[in-house]
């Protein structure tokens, strides 16, 4: 079974730059969840689908984050405009059943490391 | 106040010796805990899980934990490292009533020969 796929796995920007992160769970996984682990520190949720719809983006910097799951598979996760604040690992994870079900696994995928400059 | 505390950033130890990494949670975190470890450049993996039953919960690796009520505590505990544990391991917890995840700051385990 193919494990969660995230893209790309490295970006260097510049502060005031945009910059966009893909995700594709593992197949069949009608959760998604988007995370932000700064250096030093265990990952934060930034959001979570279920299906295509968000369930919890209470912890996403609205006015410079976004993310979409169109059609309740891949998703993306952009940044506009990035801040120096911003450098961390985005982490990407999907688990089978909905939320409300406290006992999901998460899988993870391998991250993609972002450094703002 | 912080719902899962790592009460260690780092833990070195020898090859073959035993290794305990705390954790601690608050009463804002339901007791469905987790443990993660991530090896370098790469994402999160399950170590294990407590739900419910048994306090005692083995893993994978060679890896147990402890769900101890009273203590509010969950540390993991191998009897016998290897060098390919070198890792960073976290614990997590659901907050109580929601469906997020919330994670501790992180151990790093160092294994040296």
């Known amino acids: 079974e193919a494990g969660v796929a995230q893209s790309p796995r490295y970006k260097i920007i510049e502060k005031r730059q945009s910059v966009a992160f893909w995700c594709n769970p593992i197949?069949?996984?009608?959760?998604l969840y988007w995370y932000q682990q700064i250096l030093g520190q265990g990952p934060k949720l930034l959001i979570q689908?279920?299906?295509?719809?968000?369930?919890?983006d209470s912890q996403l910097p609205k006015d410079r984050f976004s993310a979409e799951r169109l059609k309740g598979v891949d998703s993306t996760l952009k940044i506009q405009p990035a801040k120096l604040e911003d450098s961390a690992v985005y982490l990407c994870?999907?688990?089978?059943?909905?939320?409300?079900?406290?006992?999901?696994?998460?899988?993870f995928g391998p991250g993609t490391r972002l450094t703002v400059l | 106040a912080q719902s899962v505390t790592q009460l260690d950033s780092q833990v070195p130890v020898f090859e073959e010796a035993p290794v305990e990494l705390r954790c601690n949670y608050s009463?804002?975190?339901?007791?469905?805990l987790f443990w993660y470890v991530q090896y370098p450049n790469q994402g999160l993996q399950l170590l294990l899980k407590y739900l419910s039953g048994s306090t005692l919960v083995k893993g994978i690796n060679g890896f147990e934990a402890e769900f101890n009520k009273s203590q509010t505590s969950f540390h993991l505990r191998k009897p016998s490292v290897h060098i390919s544990d070198t890792a960073e391991y976290f614990c997590?917890?659901?907050?109580?009533?929601?469906?997020?995840?919330?994670f501790g700051k992180g151990t790093k385990l160092t294994v040296n020969p």
């Open positions: 197949s069949g996984h009608a959760t």
């Open positions: 009463s804002s975190v339901s007791v469905y």
């Open positions: 689908f279920q299906n295509n719809g968000v369930v919890d």
């Open positions: 994870a999907s688990s089978f059943q909905g939320a409300g079900v406290y006992r999901n696994e998460q899988f």
């Open positions: 997590a917890g659901y907050q109580g009533g929601s469906e997020k995840l919330v």
